[in-house]
């Protein structure tokens, strides 16, 4: 019966005029609306929604007050007043919500009578949130660290105002675009039972259309394999269906039942609906069909919403022939559940999408490169005030940056989507959140050291820059205590900038090897894990320039790698693996393409914009890429810098654009620091710059791109692996994320690897075999029309152009052996040492004798394959005394003989200054014990979906390649 209704409506209403009364009777301010899911009927699940940015064209606080109207009609907070009151008038009625960071806003307001209102919706369905976090998160950006910190911060606010009624069980992102393979392993980890979005490439839609495949599980991970799949749905776009968008100032004419009007309308009304409900039915396989019913800041008054969306119900479950009722994505989810369906699978992302044709969502992978940059040091910061926060009591808290991180995982921020002054208003928060954990920091850190004065630490804000006031005084000796968030013991290069000799000390009172080369001293730092080793910067007299070599013919090398350059071109054309022996032949440069400015050869007039990648190429051949500009036309200006601790080659390619390949002693990475700006635009286009990469490596034209840091996705040049592209444009379209790695590499497991890790998220290619290219900046003159109406041309702090300063980091190895190297080396440079710094008014030895100049917070480092996620005091949430822990491990299955093996770890031995007594394992929100996490579970051609199971014996965690766990623990200071 059900089947046969749905395939009568995905023939376009077939039954229409046969079925429909002759006559509905109409009954004003009556309205049935108790339905809910049948199984002989098509079942169409209205769910009302608002879609609410935590910034874009205005910044979070402007949309939350209704502020600055001029630009965006939108205010949050008579969105919830007026969802509240509906609610209030209808039991049947429900509402879903997303964006926590909004919501607290508004709960703090409230009365306690209202609170408990509120309360009484949510534990009765009508009011469900969902997704949850703090925002609803970017899946191209965002490192997972923050990902899961975000999602966790909206989740405990609800555990601890709502209980475990208010636990979502969703994912919702509708808007972001494209969407990761790690975001389905987020979501199926914190126990979600599906996730739907609104943006699917067009190509792809038309195929899942026409096969009925628009739902399907995700299966992200290998080696989390059944726990990690997720049921999954692409809807069409996130608005309602055509001429039912009851939104104040709309056009959609309401439905009118009263017969003492002009107008009657609601048989009319009802066919209309049905048939845009036959057309949305067509597109999916089970008796149910979910309609989002609202969109951007919508239901600000609520009641031209469900006054209409009541009548609907009623009349059109008069009518017969379907049963419309009020729902959430949730009861949609356990509808298609019960449907007991065989589901296809999807083990790739949805990267890179494109709207149409010439319309690739790729320039966003790059877009406000300083913001992403900051977002990634910011991350770094948290993770470090909060291991500190946790083993010393302090006064100030990590609670400002934690909100002010989750803000910045927005779509329409660490996107780079945003207008400028809402990216000024995101770097405002984060400023204002790492000036609070400057205090837990400098708290903290002065109570390790235990000394007879407190030290007023300061942070190098500019060290990026090589600018540090308090080093570069040449009256002032410093003391620097360099803190480690990682869980293992590091030794590594650290550069300060100076502008006398000195002389360093270390935490025995001796001096350290260190040499001064380009007005900065570098000098390696042993620091312990999860904590931290005091230096000692003497000052001496002003230092001469350096003598800094023309290059010929040369090779710089370290105990690790040999780079040569070429003396004619400058550029670097060879590197060896000198442990292993593995050599390239190499040629890496500078490149911009142009921007389209939407007067392209074709029909689309698609310029390049914040979101959108579309090079203005020289041809119209689309079988082969646009060839990019060259930076410089001629051989590249070349200095050679040598000293004990480095060797270094500085290459200028243009005046805004220099780099230095560096090899530093005991580093087993080349170091390749770039600065790129202003961006010049005088021949009227914006341009979009890259780092080329042209090796002798027999690649077949294929990468790997890490998922938000986790698990490493392959890309094919001009290929997709669930359908058949059209090429369109040749180049954007084989752009994909990069978060932190990616590398090209030789099919065999002896062949050879090249891995290019970043210090923030870009967006990168490969278009030849052996060939791979990384966007670091762009500076587009043209709006590319998807809304935020503004060109992305930062100008940054001189008005001239922005100009950033950032590091890639390299490794040369077979494939076999370079993971190792991978992951230390990305560790190292996404969670670097964390300098604090402070006059020194004593003398060496007496700060020594004075101080406890070196501390580790754990009895013994972790193994090299286990991260230590999370250390955080949540007592904000959970109350006095407890402790959160996430271990991550690093590696995945297979991918090294030693380190793919699971790891284990003793919760009551880890920590010297913390007594951990009993831990409970958590879903990766902590907001349920994954003991009593059930997910619904969905059958597919290759099996049943899984989640996972506890892995706590005692105190002793075991960790299987990939696996996050996620401990809730009673803990003391020791």
């Given at each position: 019966m059900a089947a046969k209704a749905f395939l009568c409506l995905a023939g376009l209403v077939c039954l229409a005029a046969a079925a429909a009364p002759s006559r509905l009777k109409l009954t004003p301010g009556r309205y049935n609306t108790t339905a809910g899911p049948v199984d002989d009927k098509l079942n169409v699940h209205i769910v009302a929604h608002t879609h609410d940015d935590v910034g874009w064209l205005k910044t979070v606080d402007e949309y939350y007050m209704g502020a600055n109207n001029s630009i965006q009609n939108a205010g949050v907070q008579y969105i919830l007043d007026s969802v509240v009151l509906?609610?209030?008038?209808?039991?049947?009625?429900?509402?879903?919500?997303?964006?926590?960071?909004?919501?607290?806003?508004?709960?703090e307001e409230q009365t306690d009578a209202t609170k408990n209102e509120v309360r009484g919706f949510v534990n009765s369905g009508q009011l469900e949130f969902i997704n949850a976090g703090w925002c609803m998160s970017d899946e191209a950006s965002p490192y997972y660290?923050?990902?899961?910190?975000?999602?966790?911060?909206?989740?405990q606010f609800l555990l601890k105002e709502f209980g475990t009624a208010a636990i979502p069980h969703t994912g919702w992102q509708i808007d972001p675009f494209g969407h990761s393979a790690f975001m389905a392993?987020?979501?199926?980890?914190?126990?979600?039972?599906?996730?739907?979005?609104?943006?699917?490439?067009?190509?792809?839609?038309v195929l899942r259309v026409a096969e009925g495949t628009l739902e399907m599980v995700s299966q992200p991970s290998p080696s989390l394999g059944p726990q990690?799949?997720?049921?999954?749905?692409?809807?069409?776009?996130?608005?309602?269906?055509?001429?039912?968008?009851?939104?104040?100032?709309?056009?959609?004419?309401?439905?009118?039942?009263?017969?003492?009007?002009?107008?009657?309308?609601?048989?009319?009304?009802?066919?209309?609906?049905?048939?845009?409900?036959?057309?949305?039915?067509a597109e999916y396989r089970t008796n149910n069909v979910m309609l989002t019913m609202g969109s951007d800041f919508e239901y600000n008054n609520a009641n031209t919403w469900y006054k209409n969306l009541d009548k609907l119900i009623h009349y059109v479950n008069m009518d017969g022939r379907v049963n419309v009722f009020y729902s959430t994505p949730s009861i949609y989810t356990k509808s298609v559940h019960d449907s007991n369906r065989t589901w296809t699978v999807k083990k790739d992302d949805f990267f890179p999408y494109a709207d149409r044709p010439h319309s690739f969502w790729s320039g966003y992978f790059t877009s406000r490169p300083a913001v992403k940059g900051y977002v990634r040091t910011s991350s770094n910061y948290l993770q470090a005030c909060r291991q500190l926060e946790a083993q010393v009591n302090v006064s100030a808290t990590s609670e400002l940056l934690w909100e002010a991180m989750g803000l910045a995982q927005h779509h329409d921020a660490v996107s780079g989507t945003e207008k400028q002054h809402v990216a000024d208003d995101y770097a405002r928060h984060l400023s204002e959140g790492c000036a609070e954990c400057d205090d837990v920091i400098n708290e903290a850190l002065n109570k390790l050291l235990a000394g007879p004065q407190a030290l007023p630490f300061q942070r190098c804000l500019h060290l990026n820059e090589s600018i540090c006031p308090i080093t570069s005084d040449s009256g002032t000796n410093v003391v620097i205590v360099y803190y480690n968030p990682l869980a293992q013991d590091r030794n590594e290069s650290v550069l300060l900038p100076v502008t006398t000799s000195v002389t360093i000390y270390g935490p025995k009172g001796t001096v350290v090897p260190s040499s001064v080369a380009g007005g900065q001293v570098r000098f390696t730092a042993s620091v312990p894990a999860m904590g931290y080793a005091t230096y000692f910067l003497l000052k001496g007299a002003e230092v001469a320039q350096d003598d800094a070599k023309p290059l010929a013919d040369t090779t710089i090398e370290n105990e690790f790698y040999a780079v040569s350059f070429d003396g004619a071109s400058g550029l670097v054309k060879s590197i060896t693996n000198k442990k292993s022996g593995v050599v390239a032949q190499t040629a890496q440069y500078w490149a911009w393409y142009n921007s389209s400015d939407g007067h392209m050869f074709d029909d689309t007039s698609q310029p390049s914009g914040a979101y959108i990648f579309r090079p203005f190429c020289r041809h119209l051949n689309i079988s082969k890429p646009c060839v990019p500009f060259n930076v410089s036309d001629g051989p590249v200006p070349v200095v050679a810098h040598t000293t004990a601790a480095a060797q270094e080659v500085t290459q200028t390619f243009a005046p805004w654009l220099q780099q230095t390949v560096r090899l530093v002693t005991g580093e087993p990475a080349i170091e390749i620091a770039f600065s790129v700006g202003p961006i010049p635009f005088e021949d009227g286009y914006?341009?979009?710059?890259?780092?080329?990469?042209?090796?002798?490596?027999?690649?077949?034209?294929?990468?790997?791109?890490?998922?938000?840091?986790?698990?490493?996705?392959?890309?094919?040049?001009?290929y997709r692996p669930t359908w058949p592209l059209i090429v369109t444009d040749p180049v954007a379209g084989n752009y994909y994320p990069v978060d932190s790695v990616a590398y090209m590499q030789e099919s065999s497991p002896s062949g050879r690897r090249l891995t290019v890790m970043t210090d923030r998220a870009q967006g990168g290619a490969t278009l030849y075999n052996g060939h791979m290219e990384l966007m670091v900046h762009r500076r587009c003159l043209h709006d590319d029309r998807r809304g935020v109406g503004e060109p992305l041309n930062e100008t940054g702090t001189t008005g001239l152009g922005l100009v950033i300063n950032a590091v890639h980091k390299l490794t040369l190895d077979t494939a076999s052996k370079a993971p190792v190297q991978q992951h230390s080396v990305t560790q190292r440079l996404t969670f670097p040492l964390v300098p604090a710094l402070a006059p020194l008014t004593s003398s060496v030895a007496d700060f020594v004798a004075a101080n406890t100049v070196s501390f580790t917070g754990l009895l013994n480092p972790l193994p090299a394959n286990v991260h230590l996620l999370t250390v955080q005091d949540i007592a904000r949430f959970q109350g006095p005394g407890k402790l959160l822990l996430r271990l991550a491990h690093l590696f995945a299955v297979d991918e090294d003989p030693v380190l793919s093996q699971p790891a284990s770890v003793d919760l009551g031995a880890l920590f010297k200054r913390i007594t951990v007594s009993t831990c409970v394992e958590m879903s990766l929100t902590a907001n349920q014990p994954l003991a009593s996490m059930k997910r619904l579970q969905w059958q597919t051609a290759t099996g049943p979906t899984g989640q996972a199971t506890p892995a706590l014996a005692g105190l002793v965690a075991t960790l299987k390649p990939l696996e996050i766990r996620t401990f809730l623990c009673d803990y003391a200071h020791a």
């Open positions: 509906q609610l209030r008038l209808n039991p049947n009625r429900k509402f879903i919500y997303v964006e926590i960071a909004f919501f607290k806003r508004w709960w660290v923050d990902m899961v910190d975000q999602q966790t911060l909206g989740h392993t987020l979501y199926a980890l914190m126990g979600f039972n599906s996730w739907f979005f609104g943006r699917i490439d067009y190509q792809d839609r990690a799949d997720l049921f999954t749905g692409a809807l069409n776009g996130y608005g309602p269906i055509p001429g039912f968008d009851f939104n104040i100032g709309s056009n959609a004419a309401p439905l009118n039942d009263d017969d003492r009007l002009e107008g009657v309308n609601i048989k009319q009304r009802v066919e209309e609906f049905l048939i845009e409900v036959a057309g949305v039915a914006g341009h979009e710059v890259v780092s080329i990469w042209r090796t002798d490596l027999q690649t077949d034209a294929v990468f790997y791109t890490d998922s938000n840091g986790r698990d490493m996705m392959r890309r094919q040049y001009n």
